[in-house]
């Protein structure tokens, strides 16, 4: 049995196989007659390092991307979280600048650049990497299948920038395809857990916060030298995300934790656990008090 994981995740595509040296008939330019249909029927999943380059081109922080041009979506079946380019009603993306075609096209998604291909991260039992293979994807309204042009997939890829997204978003590709793999045995993470790997991968400006702050310090070793890299550099940032992810999924000790610092949360929790029951507790007494406050002198005051 092998585990696969398709970017995009859902497609029609023609299920087979190709490798990097398959050849496609494909060509895609400006002025073909079907430009820009598919950006009016958009289903763009987005991965952590094209939400990197689209906030940048945007000028906007990871949040105000995710708030103004992304939609959220479950990845699987434990709820773990995804986001889509958002579109309007009709299904157009709002990357689409009219007849001038994509609006942030130096920076445009993985599967946009792609398409009329999808990636799949395939991973054979009893092993530990997984191999990129590729899907042919073939859309009624996509003319670029009917021009006469030839061309190897490593060759496609190469013509549209492709190697530098996959580098930046392998190991996430690699983190998915591991929580699949692993089913039931790892089950649904807890909330806590799905809303960090929302966050980690996402969300970076947040999760920068998130690891500058004093609560991370409490829990975590991080040299100071890692530390000033992850305030400047997005990118080191990116691969720390990654590193805590499979710390926050898996439990891999990828990240050096204080000493005690389980201890102490846990000691922690209790604490505030004692302090919640005796705050409760109190409550009661006084609402019993208070219910016998009017007729104390009264000797069958009370239950009737
Ligand atoms: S990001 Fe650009 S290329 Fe991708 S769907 Fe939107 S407009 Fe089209
Ligand atoms: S050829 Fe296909 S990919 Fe290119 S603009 Fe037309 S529909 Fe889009």
Not at 200 to 209: G, P, V
Not at 227 to 244: P, Q, S, V
Request: charged content about 30%; hydrophobic content about 35%; proline content about 5%.
């Amino acid at each position: 049995m092998s585990e696969k994981f398709e970017l995009p995740f859902k497609n029609p595509t023609i299920p087979t196989t190709l490798t990097p040296d398959t050849r496609i008939r494909f060509h895609c330019y400006p002025g073909i007659t079907c430009f820009n249909a598919c950006c009016r029927q958009a289903d763009v999943t987005l991965t952590p390092y094209d939400i990197l380059r689209l906030k940048r081109r945007l000028g906007l922080s990871s949040s105000a991307f995710l708030e103004k041009y992304a939609v959220p979506f479950q990845i699987d079946q434990d709820g773990l979280p995804g986001v889509k380019l958002k579109t309007n009603d009709a299904g157009t993306c709002l990357q689409l600048n009219g007849d001038a075609g994509c609006g942030v096209y130096p920076d445009r998604p993985s599967v946009c650049r792609y398409y009329p291909l999808a990636l799949l991260a395939l991973r054979e039992k009893d092993s530990a990497e997984a191999k990129e293979q590729y899907t042919l994807v073939k859309e009624e309204h996509c003319q670029g299948h009917a021009e006469d042009r030839e061309i190897r997939i490593d060759d496609y890829r190469a013509e549209q920038s492709c190697e530098d997204y996959d580098e930046h978003n392998r190991e996430w590709y690699q983190l998915i395809l591991k929580k699949k793999s692993a089913g039931p045995t790892v089950g649904r993470p807890p909330q806590t857990s799905l809303q960090l790997f929302f966050m980690a991968s996402y969300d970076l400006d947040t999760f920068r916060r998130f690891v500058l702050s004093d609560n991370f310090s409490a829990n975590y070793v991080l040299a100071q030298g890692l530390r000033t890299e992850l305030e400047g550099n997005d990118i080191a940032l990116l691969r720390f995300a990654y590193r805590f992810l499979r710390q926050v999924l898996f439990g891999e000790r990828t990240i050096a934790e204080v000493a005690n610092a389980w201890e102490k949360r846990v000691e922690q929790r209790a604490a505030l656990w004692r302090a919640a029951v005796d705050a409760e507790k109190a409550l009661r007494q006084k609402a019993e008090d208070e219910k016998y406050s009017d007729c104390a002198d009264e000797p069958y005051c009370g239950d009737r």
